[in-house]
């Protein structure tokens, strides 16, 4: 999902809000993102990336943990995009990495599908 107020390309997700079930967090997560039911998480954890997150207004500066999932949606699913992002769709590895640079997108992208690869 191109993310509209960070404008980058990056995997559906969000903030726990006190929630220890983080499998939860993210299937609700990717779900009102991506506005699809019957999302299942595959794997546990695949990645962490762990980063800064600059002062804003009233928000100190922080250290953002992002738990990452392998998450599959049902079969021929349309994503529906939603008021956190510009423009949502799914994409193959290299039209990702044609889109973005990023180390920790690309990270999560290239560990995702090969799982993806070696359960299907």
């Not at 499998?23 to 962490?48: F, K, M, Q």
Request: proline share 5%.
């Amino acid at each position: 999902m191109l993310h509209k107020k960070l404008q980058i390309w990056i995997q559906p997700g969000g903030h726990a809000d006190g929630d220890g079930n983080l499998p939860r967090v993210a299937l609700r997560e990717a779900t009102e993102e991506t506005g699809i039911d019957g999302l299942e998480i595959l794997t546990p954890g695949i990645d962490c990336d762990v980063h800064v997150i600059p002062a804003r207004s009233d928000e100190p500066e922080h250290l953002h943990l992002d738990v990452r999932y392998l998450i599959r949606a049902p079969r021929n699913s349309v994503v529906k995009r939603n008021h956190e992002s510009v423009e949502m769709r799914w994409l193959n590895f290299d039209e990702l990495t044609q889109l973005t640079s990023d180390e920790s997108t690309v990270r999560l992208a290239k560990v995702g599908f090969q799982v993806a690869k070696e359960q299907f």
